[in-house]
C-alpha cells in the first residue's frame, strides 16, 4: 500500500520514512492565502483547527485523479498543514528574518499552541473512495532566558523561515524549547498516531504501509 504525501514539507517527508513509510510526494500546489481567504469570505474568520483542516483538506482534494509517473494514485493521499497559535493570534510561516526575530522575542518563556491538520484519502484503485480528517494539538513551551543573539544566530540559520511559529523541535531550535504537552509529532509537523487512527478508520492497517527500507 503506498501512501501519497500531498506535500513538499522536509519535516513531514522525515517523519513519515523514520516510522517506516517512504511516501510518493505529490506536491498540490495550492494557494494558501487564496483558499483561507475564501473561506473567511464565506464564514467569516477561522479558528486555528479551521484553518488547519481546511487546508490540509485541501491539498489533500488537489491530487485527487493525478497521476505519477504515467500511472493513476493508487492508494492512500493525506494532507496537512500545520499554525502556531500564542494568545489567540496565529501564526503561520515567517518567511523573512524580521519577523522570525520579532516572534522569537515575543514569545521566549511563553506558551503557545501547535494545531496540525491532517486529511486522509482511500484513492484505492484509482478514484477517491472515502476520507478521514483530524486536527492534533499539542502546547509548547519557550525557555525563558534565551538571548537576543541567540535569537539572531538562530533566525541567521533559516531554519525558522518556513516552519509554523518560527521554531523546530527535531533540529536547532530544539535547545530553545523548555517543554512540549501533548504528542511531538504534532509539533514536527504531522501527528503520527492520530494518522494512524485516521488510516484505520478507513479500513487500511497502518503497518501495511511500512516500506521504507531506510530511517533517516
Known amino acids: 500500500m503506498r501512501l501519497y504525501l500531498a506535500s513538499t514539507s ?3 517527508l522525515w517523519l513519515l520514512r523514520n516510522a517506516g513509510i517512504d511516501p510518493v510526494v505529490v506536491p498540490s500546489q495550492v ?6 481567504a475564501a473561506a473567511e469570505a464565506e464564514h467569516g474568520t477561522l479558528t486555528a483547527r479551521h484553518t488547519v483542516e481546511l487546508l490540509a483538506r485541501a491539498k489533500a482534494e488537489a ?10 494514485i493508487d492508494g492512500i493521499i493525506v494532507g496537512g498543514d500545520s499554525v502556531f497559535e500564542i494568545d489567540g493570534v496565529v501564526y503561520g510561516k515567517p518567511h523573512r528574518p524580521e519577523i522570525a526575530a ?3 522575542r515575543a514569545q521566549r518563556g511563553r506558551t503557545g499552541v501547535l494545531h496540525s491538520g491532517h486529511w486522509v484519502i482511500d484513492h484505492r484503485g484509482g478514484q477517491a473512495r472515502a476520507a478521514a480528517g483530524a486536527v492534533a494539538e499539542a502546547s509548547v ?14 533566525v541567521a540559520s533559516g531554519e ?12 536547532l531550535g530544539g535547545p530553545f524549547i523548555a517543554r512540549i504537552d501533548g504528542d511531538p509529532s504534532t509539533v514536527i509537523g504531522m501527528s503520527l498516531p ?23
Open 160 to 171: 525558522p523561515l518556513q516552519v509554523a511559529g518560527a521554531f523546530t523541535i527535531d533540529s
Open 10 to 12: 522536509p519535516a513531514r
Open 63 to 72: 491530487v485527487v485523479g493525478a497521476e505519477v509517473e504515467g500511472a493513476p
Open 102 to 104: 520579532e516572534r522569537w
Open 194 to 216: 492520530t494518522l494512524r487512527r485516521l488510516v484505520r478508520s478507513l479500513g487500511i492497517e497502518w503497518t501495511a504501509l511500512w516500506n521504507a527500507t531506510e530511517r533517516f
Open 141 to 154: 513551551t519557550f525557555v525563558d532566558d534565551v538571548t537576543d543573539a541567540e535569537i539572531e544566530a538562530y
Open 31 to 36: 494557494d494558501e492565502p487564496l483558499a483561507v
